[in-house]
Structure formats: structure tokens, C-alpha cells
């Protein structure tokens, strides 16, 4: 099993949608991070969590720590936001490990 | 500064050969990832600097793979006797210690193809 794991996996969207992509987490963590990843590579970080809740613009980030879930919620979701969308947790403990998830590929649909 | 760079964006290299790839991370930024990725999966981590020290590798990093950051500024990843399972995209990314609230800042990669 994963460390981390997110569901789903692909999500297809209609324009306007409200989106949700879930990410939980077996071990103790200082931080998540949703990081967003385009067609060629390039990774944007979204929002850093070490707990409750974060908004930017359309995005909205949220983290039950005791629950060690996490989720990203697009509002009115738009093409341009197809990408894959990756959950990565930062380990505690005396190292900085960053793990990442299997991403959760996006495709909003005009 | 425009972010984290990464030099050649793309490299082919026949198997055996060596290979190094480039970042360049944002000038004030004390902490230096490398990470792998290979189709349809998310990042793997292989190593990170605290400035000019190597604090952790990864049990993925083989012998043949070696990182430096000399100066606490760019660093390097070069592979040696490449190997076709070494074909993925090499990301690095950089961030500043206490982190801001965007956390990391990802180069574009080096996407490297092993024939």
C-alpha cells in the first residue's frame, strides 16, 4: 500500500463543475502539499496544509489531520484547469522526505 | 529571478554513456529536490541539500547516480553506465526554509530517453 494514495484516479468534469480530489495518508506528516502538473511537466505548488483550510481563488484545500485525509475542491471548474493534480506529504520526524501520490488526472470538458 | 531552471530539457543518450542535468534554483532558496518520474506515476524522491550539504538519498539513488550542490547554489545529478530503466523525467525543485505557503518551486525537467 501506498503511503499516499488519491482518488480518483482520472475524473472527467463538465465546465462549471464542482470538483473534488481526495488524498489520505498513512504516515505522520509537518505538511501536504496539492501541486498541479501540466501536459510537458511542469509543476506548480497549489497550497502547502499542515491543517485546516486554504483558499485561492477557485481553489480550495482542506486537512483533517487526525483523519490524515486531505482534499482539493475546484469551483466552476474551467478546460483550463485540466492537468494532473498530485498530493505530496512531507514526512515528520528528523528527515525531509517528500512523498508523492500517483497524481489524479483532470480533464474539464467545455 | 524567474524560478527554478533546468539544463538540457530533453536528453537522448545511448545506453552506457553518462549523462549530467543542471538546476539552478531560486537564489535564496537554502533547499535543493531532485526527483524522478516515470510515466503515469507521480514524482519519486532521490535526494535534497540543505545549502551545500547532501542531508538524504534515497535507496533509489544506485551507486551510479551522484548529486552535488558545491556551492549551496546549482546543483548537478549525473548518472553514470546509463541503463534503459533510467529513462524518465528528472525534476528538481527548490524551496526556503521555514516554508512560505506555496512550499516548493519545480523546474520544467530534464526528460531523458535511454536507447
Known amino acids: 500500500k501506498n503511503e499516499v494514495e488519491q482518488s480518483p484516479q482520472n475524473l472527467t468534469a463538465q465546465e462549471g463543475e464542482f470538483i473534488t480530489i481526495n488524498c489520505s495518508y498513512s504516515?505522520?506528516?509537518?505538511?501536504l502539499h496539492w501541486l498541479q502538473q501540466h501536459p510537458g511537466g511542469g509543476i506548480v505548488s497549489l497550497f502547502m496544509?499542515?491543517?485546516g483550510k486554504k483558499k485561492h481563488g477557485r481553489l480550495i484545500a482542506t486537512i483533517n489531520i487526525q483523519e490524515k485525509h486531505s482534499s482539493l475542491h475546484i469551483t466552476a471548474s474551467h478546460p483550463r484547469d485540466s492537468a494532473v493534480y498530485i498530493c505530496a506529504v512531507k514526512n515528520s520526524g528528523g528527515y525531509q522526505k517528500v512523498t508523492f501520490g500517483t497524481g489524479t488526472k483532470l480533464q474539464v470538458i467545455p | 529571478d524567474t524560478g527554478v531552471s533546468q539544463d538540457p530539457r530533453h536528453k537522448i543518450t545511448k545506453r552506457g554513456q553518462n549523462v549530467t542535468f543542471r538546476c539552478d534554483p531560486i537564489?535564496?532558496?537554502?533547499?535543493l529536490y531532485w526527483y524522478r518520474q516515470t510515466l503515469g506515476q507521480g514524482p519519486e524522491f532521490l535526494t535534497y541539500f540543505q545549502n551545500e550539504a547532501q542531508l538524504e538519498k534515497s535507496r533509489l539513488l544506485s551507486d551510479r547516480f551522484s548529486a552535488e550542490r558545491p556551492k549551496g547554489s546549482f546543483s548537478t545529478l549525473e548518472i553514470q553506465r546509463t541503463e534503459q530503466g533510467d529513462s524518465a523525467m528528472y525534476l528538481c525543485a527548490s524551496s526556503v526554509e521555514p516554508q512560505g505557503a506555496r512550499g516548493y518551486t519545480f523546474g520544467s525537467g530534464t526528460r531523458l530517453t535511454v536507447v
Open positions: 504516515v505522520g506528516i509537518s505538511a
Open positions: 537564489s535564496e532558496h537554502n533547499r
Open positions: 496544509l499542515s491543517s
